[in-house]
């Protein structure tokens, strides 16, 4: 009796792979602050690290068009392209944004998204949309 609870629990939390084959999913968002200097005239500099992972089955295909897209405001203000993952892979990547500093106080709102350049490609190379973006405020 104790056993089938135990596999029930277990299977409740071991998770499944949301699809079968390469699922690029934006992982994680972490910033650092550079402070600039308000009498010389000289902005923040934020450094924003996303890591891109392949979450999924499988590996993709070698040479695949893909990149993350550092979105604020509504607009995409820096694109990095991103190399083809292997089932597991996590790769990061980092984009800066420079502010005022009067600005320090504000919240600084960003969002990373991942974008396969070759959308008859999508099922294949990546199996979900679900979890292709990540947005935090810092």
Do not use: W
């Not at 499944?16 to 999913?25: K, L, N, Q, T, V």
């Not at 350049?117 to 990540?134: F, I, Q, R, T, Y």
């Amino acid at each position: 009796m104790i056993a089938v609870v135990l596999a029930g629990i277990l299977a409740l939390t071991t998770p499944e792979p949301a699809c079968a084959g390469p699922d690029i999913s934006v992982t994680a968002l972490h910033v650092h602050l550079v402070k600039g200097s308000a009498k010389a005239n000289l902005p923040d500099r934020f450094l924003i690290t996303a890591d891109l992972s392949n979450v999924g089955t499988a590996a993709q295909q070698p040479g695949i068009a893909q990149r993350a897209e550092l979105v604020r405001g509504g607009s995409v203000v820096a694109t990095q392209p991103l190399p083809s993952l292997a089932g597991g892979i996590t790769y990061p990547l980092q984009f800066r944004v420079f502010r005022d500093p009067a600005q320090r106080k504000d919240p600084l709102q960003v969002l990373v998204r991942y974008v396969l350049d070759e959308p008859g490609k999508m099922p294949v190379m990546n199996c979900s949309g679900a979890n292709d973006e990540l947005q935090k405020i810092f």
